[in-house]
């Protein structure tokens, strides 16, 4: 099997970065949304006894996850930028060229 031509690997190369874009929109997105900021609405000033204690340790543990899930979206679009570093430097004999 032969190695792609510079071309298919520039073409490569736009794709990971634009999947790269969309995954960190994604987690801009998702970080940024109205649920991360439901826990300072449900504050102990606002609800009274152990259930809605139970909401706000919920919506905590809900916002965390969330926010996770934003900085591993973050890291896999670090992968594929560095995998489109990659590929432009291997086809361009170490200079690299950005493929828009």
Not at 20 to 46: H, Q
């Given at each position: 099997?032969?190695?792609?031509?510079?071309?298919?690997?520039?073409?490569?190369?736009?794709?990971?970065?634009?999947?790269?874009?969309?995954?960190?929109?994604?987690?801009?997105?998702?970080?940024?949304?109205?649920?991360?900021?439901?826990?300072?609405?449900?504050?102990?000033?606002?609800?009274?006894?152990?259930?809605?204690?139970?909401?706000?340790?919920?919506?905590?543990?809900?916002?965390?996850?969330?926010?996770?899930?934003?900085?591993?979206?973050?890291?896999s679009?670090?992968?594929?930028?560095?995998?489109?570093?990659?590929?432009?430097?291997?086809?361009a004999?170490?200079?690299?060229?950005?493929?828009?």
């Amino acid at each position: 099997m032969s190695a792609p031509s510079d071309a298919d690997a520039a073409a490569r190369a736009a794709q990971l970065r634009a999947r790269a874009r969309a995954i960190r929109s994604t987690a801009s997105a998702l970080a940024d949304c109205e649920a991360t900021r439901l826990p300072g609405r449900a504050d102990e000033e606002t609800w009274i006894g152990p259930t809605p204690r139970r909401c706000l340790d919920d919506l905590l543990a809900m916002r965390a996850r969330l926010r996770s899930a934003a900085e591993h979206l973050v890291a896999s679009a670090r992968r594929l930028e560095a995998e489109a570093d990659l590929l432009e430097v291997s086809t361009a004999g170490g200079t690299r060229v950005t493929a828009s």
